[in-house]
C-alpha cells in the first residue's frame, strides 16, 4: 500500500508535457507562423496548456497565445516571445535566460523561482501583481525599462542586492563573514525592524557589561558612572539607566558623550572602541534603509509563499 502511494506521489510530482501540444507549438516555431497554434487555441479554450519542463530554446513564439500556460520548470532560453501573451501564465522555475519579452503582457504570472537575467524587455512589457519569491532571478534586466507595479519591482530589486551580494560572498570568502553579518542587520536593505532591534539589543548588552564590570570591580571601566564628576554619589536605582543611557549615546553619538572610558582600564577602552565601531556600522545601515525608503516609499510588498504546484 505504502509503495503504490510513493509511485503516485512520484508520478504527480513528475513534469506534465503533453506531447501534442509541444509538436504544435514546435511545429508553429520552425515555421515561424504562430497562427495554427493561436487558432488551435480559440477552438478549443477551455483545454488546459501542460508544457512543464518542455525545451523550447531560441524558439520563434512571437504573438503566441499562452495565456495560463502551464510552464513551469520550461527552458525558454534566448526564445523570442515579442508581443505573446503570458497573462496567468506559470512560469516557476522555468528559464528564460536572454529572452525576447518585448511586448509581453506578464498579468498575474506565476514567476516563483523564474530566471529572467539579461531578458530584452521594452516600454510595452509589463509584469503587473506578479507571484515572485526570493528565488526570481531577474539580474540584468532593466526594471525602469519596462511597466512594473511597485511592490514587484520592490522585490525584485531586493532580490537582485541580495544575490550579487552572494556572488561577492564567494569571490572573497576571507571577508563573506563580516559582510554577511552587515548586510543580514538590514536584510539587504528591506528590514527597518531588524536594525533597530540589533542597535537596541548591543545597546543593552554593552550596558549591562559597563554596570555589572563597575559593581563587581570599582569603579569599573566607564568614568562618572557611579560617580558623577562633581564627586556625588549617584543613586543606586538610577545607576542602571545610566548605564544605559551612556551606552545609547555612545552607539548615537560615535562617543561624544558626557561620559568616557576609565583613564586607567584598558578593557574600557577596547570595549568603547568597538562600540564606537559597532554603532558607526548600524547608523549606516540605517541611512541605507532609510534610503530605500524614501526612493521606494511605504510599499506593503510581500513574497508569495513557496507552494509545490503539482499537476491536476
Not at 514587484?152 to 572573497?172: D, F, G, I, S, V
Not at 568614568?223 to 548605564?243: A, M, S
Request: charge should be positive; charged fraction near 20%.
Amino acid at each position: 500500500m505504502d509503495e503504490s502511494e510513493d509511485k503516485k506521489d512520484k508520478a504527480n510530482k513528475e513534469p506534465r508535457c503533453d506531447p501534442e501540444q509541444l509538436a504544435l507549438l514546435k511545429k508553429c516555431s520552425q515555421n515561424r507562423d504562430i497562427t495554427e497554434w493561436n487558432n488551435w487555441r480559440r477552438e478549443n479554450p477551455n483545454e488546459e496548456i501542460w508544457l512543464q519542463g518542455a525545451t523550447l530554446l531560441s524558439a520563434h513564439l512571437e504573438q503566441a497565445d499562452l495565456r495560463g500556460a502551464h510552464l513551469e520548470g520550461a527552458r525558454l532560453i534566448r526564445t523570442h516571445l515579442q508581443g505573446a501573451n503570458l497573462i496567468r501564465a506559470h512560469l516557476k522555475a522555468a528559464t528564460l535566460w536572454r529572452a525576447n519579452l518585448e511586448t509581453v503582457e506578464f498579468y498575474k504570472a506565476h514567476l516563483q523561482g523564474a530566471d529572467f537575467r539579461n531578458t530584452i524587455v521594452d516600454g510595452s512589457t509589463l509584469f503587473w501583481q506578479c507571484s515572485i519569491d526570493n528565488k526570481t532571478d531577474f539580474r540584468g534586466v532593466g526594471l525602469d525599462a519596462c511597466r512594473m507595479d511597485e511592490p514587484t519591482k520592490y522585490l525584485l530589486e531586493y532580490n537582485r542586492r541580495r544575490m550579487n551580494c552572494q556572488n561577492w560572498y564567494q569571490e572573497h570568502p576571507r571577508l563573506a563573514r563580516p559582510a554577511k553579518a552587515f548586510f543580514w542587520i538590514s536584510d539587504y536593505g528591506r528590514s527597518t525592524t531588524r536594525i533597530i532591534f540589533v542597535f537596541f539589543a548591543l545597546a543593552f548588552v554593552f550596558a549591562n557589561i559597563y554596570y555589572h564590570w563597575g559593581r563587581i570591580f570599582p569603579p569599573g571601566i566607564v568614568g562618572n558612572l557611579f560617580i558623577d564628576g562633581n564627586g556625588v554619589v549617584v543613586p543606586w536605582w538610577l545607576v542602571p539607566l545610566r548605564t544605559l543611557y551612556f551606552s545609547i549615546a555612545t552607539m548615537t553619538t560615535l562617543g561624544f558623550g558626557d561620559m568616557s572610558a576609565n583613564s586607567q582600564s584598558i578593557w574600557g577602552h577596547i570595549l568603547l572602541t568597538l562600540q564606537v565601531l559597532l554603532g558607526y556600522c548600524l547608523l549606516g545601515a540605517l541611512i541605507t534603509r532609510f534610503s530605500v525608503l524614501f526612493h521606494t516609499g511605504l510599499i506593503p510588498a510581500k513574497f508569495k509563499e513557496q507552494q509545490q504546484e503539482l499537476p491536476k
